[in-house]
């Protein structure tokens, strides 16, 4: 059974802080837009830079999912 899958299932943050999912971040009631934004950038960042040889990572589009949430919540 493969576990790349769940390598970013889960994400601690260069703040020491934990976040279950991206939609967790976008939800959560203590970081303001600015702050969430920044720890999904670095999220998809370190999704990138350790992504599969094969270039298919299913955590990539929840990522992306997330920053467009959170870019439709501050109009």
Excluded: C
Excluded at 14 to 26: F, I
């Amino acid at each position: 059974m493969s576990t790349e899958s769940l390598k970013y299932a889960k994400f601690d943050d260069s703040n020491g802080r934990s976040h279950a999912s991206p939609d967790a971040v976008v939800d959560h009631p203590d970081l303001d837009h600015d702050e969430k934004h920044s720890i999904l950038k670095e999220w998809r960042a370190r999704v990138d830079a350790d992504n599969r040889a094969d270039g298919i990572d299913p955590n990539a589009s929840t990522l992306d999912q997330a920053i467009e949430r959170l870019a439709g919540l501050r109009t």
